[in-house]
């Protein structure tokens, strides 16, 4: 098989996340290709000036300077899809790496919002029972102010019971 310089500048690659440089990859692309048209260039040069030796010394061109390309070029073009090859290697492994990478992160980071959660549920625990325990304190304090206000009697103008207001526990109190 052979490749010329329209083909390889015609060459269009599958495009993946994170891979190589799009464009740093077309410029490479372009200037194999460029390097493969002057090289094919020259040859012909080379392969009509021989010729022309030749035609110089026996009349007529022989045709095997014309009809198949030399080895260098053979070896050129296969040079360049080995370096293609290399390329699309390198950014196989570039793009699995960067993925292992993300895999990692994302890990790392779920992780560390697990911690966090927990230690928000460690929070509302501790403020539940902060609650509690304010809520019991709070209760304590109003039965003993509410005990003092009965035994002094003041608050009460008749002396009559009934309740006025009814504790978070269900037991009434007096105004």
């Known amino acids: 098989m052979t490749i010329s310089k329209i083909d390889l500048l015609g060459k269009k690659f599958n495009r993946c996340m994170r891979g190589y440089c799009p464009e740093e990859v077309d410029l490479i692309m372009h200037d194999a290709a460029e390097a493969l048209g002057e090289s094919a260039d020259e040859n012909r040069r080379l392969l009509e000036r021989l010729a022309e030796l030749e035609r110089g010394q026996t009349g007529r061109a022989p045709e095997h300077v014309l009809s198949s390309p030399p080895d260098n070029l053979r070896g050129t073009l296969a ?17 699995s790496r960067i993925l292992e990478d993300a895999r990692a992160e ?66 009434e109190g007096r105004d």
């Open 106 to 171: 994302g890990g790392r980071i779920v992780a560390d919002a697990n911690l966090v959660k927990a230690r928000i549920f460690e929070e509302i625990a501790d403020l539940r029972a902060q609650r509690e325990a304010f809520e019991q304190e709070l209760r304590k304090i109003l039965e003993d102010h509410f005990r003092l206000l009965e035994s002094s009697g003041i608050g009460s103008d008749d002396g009559q019971s009934g309740g006025d207001f009814i504790f978070a526990d269900g037991t």
């Open 79 to 95: 040079a360049g899809r080995k370096i293609v090859e290399d390329i699309h290697g390198n950014a196989r492994r570039e793009a």
